[in-house]
């Protein structure tokens, strides 16, 4: 997956701990508590398998975001 500027930006901020992402098939994703401006890109990084809820989420829960192995390696090379 070719990542945009954006996508980097919003990886770098899992990775420093100040994402949230919500529950759900289709997740949200917060960082530093406000909503991320390109829910698409959200959507397309966790389904990518780059990042994903760092514990289990019902439905609309913010919970705190994490990297995969696959997200790290992706920001690693980017």
Same mark, same amino acid.
């Given at each position: 997956m070719e990542l945009s500027g /954006? &996508?980097?930006a919003?990886?770098?901020a899992v990775a420093a701990? /100040? &994402?949230e992402v919500t529950?759900?098939?289709e997740p949200d994703m917060y960082v530093d508590g406000l909503p991320c401006c390109d829910q698409m890109?959200?959507?397309d990084l966790?389904?990518?398998g780059l990042l994903r809820p760092a514990r289990p989420a019902r439905l609309?829960?913010?919970v705190g975001a994490e990297?995969?192995?696959d997200g790290r390696a992706a920001l690693a090379a980017s």
């Open positions: /954006r &996508a980097r919003m990886l770098r701990g /100040r &994402a529950g759900g098939i890109a959200t959507h966790v389904h990518a609309g829960q913010r990297l995969t192995d």
